[in-house]
């Protein structure tokens, strides 16, 4: 299957910085990406979809403002956590599909983000 | 909302036996069906897809779907202790201008030695 690189696996940072994740695609280009946010022992939950040169569909109650991404080329993504707090601690997913019309949907190696 | 069900577990199979997990959806308009592995502290892995009612073999993994009942199944035959991971469903629905999977919570599972 496609692969998809993300890092970092995982950072602490402090309650009110900002984090920046990157996701790529290694061997395909991506259009579109998407970023999940999964909590302990909950499902995958969409956050957003990243599009490849314009802005990023959200999904009903993710705050654009706080999770900016931008999609500057068809094979990076970046998910960027502003003014982090201890609630906004979790694992974070992106993922891509290959080839963008396949239903499968591949994803990177998460990052946990833990907010102090 | 389109949802979809599967029992969270645990799910506990002694070693060599079959273990079986299932999956409800709500959109019967659904044509995509997916099974993701995902070790704790881990992403998931996709191990299985089905798109036709019946039965898609691979290995030791079988899918099974039922368009009819809205369930769809995975079997994993032999299991072994490395299969102790949760199970994730996930439904795929074209309808719409977005691509979007729709995933359950997840079944864990644990294959004792």
């Known amino acids: 299957g496609a692969v998809v690189s993300q890092h970092p696996s995982w950072v602490i940072c402090k309650s009110g910085t900002s984090v920046k994740i990157e996701c790529r695609s290694l061997?395909?280009?991506?259009?579109?990406m998407f970023w999940y946010r999964q909590f302990p022992k909950q499902s995958l939950m969409l956050m957003a979809t990243s599009n490849e040169g314009s802005k990023a569909t959200y999904e009903q109650g993710v705050e654009k403002d706080k999770f900016l991404i931008n999609h500057a080329s068809l094979t990076l993504s970046t998910l960027t956590v502003t003014s982090a707090h201890p609630e906004d601690s979790s694992f974070y997913i992106c993922?891509?599909?290959?080839?963008?019309?396949?239903?499968?949907?591949?994803f990177g190696s998460g990052t946990q983000l833990s907010v102090l | 909302q389109k949802e979809v069900e599967q029992n969270s577990g645990p799910l506990s199979v002694p070693e060599g036996a079959i273990a079986s997990l299932n999956c409800t959806y709500s959109?019967?308009?659904?044509?995509?069906f997916f099974w993701y592995r995902q070790y704790s502290g881990k992403s998931p892995e996709l191990i299985m897809f089905i798109y036709s009612n019946g039965d898609k073999e691979d290995g030791r993994f079988t899918a099974q779907l039922n368009k009819a009942s809205q369930y769809v199944s995975l079997l994993i035959r032999d299991s072994q202790p490395s299969d102790s991971a949760t199970y994730l469903c996930a439904v795929y629905n074209s309808g719409g201008s977005n691509y979007k999977l729709t995933f359950g919570k997840g079944t864990l599972l644990t294959v004792n030695p």
């Open positions: 993922s891509a599909r290959d080839p963008p019309t396949n239903e499968k949907l591949f």
């Open positions: 959109d019967r308009g659904s044509q995509s």
């Open positions: 061997d395909f280009q991506a259009t579109t």
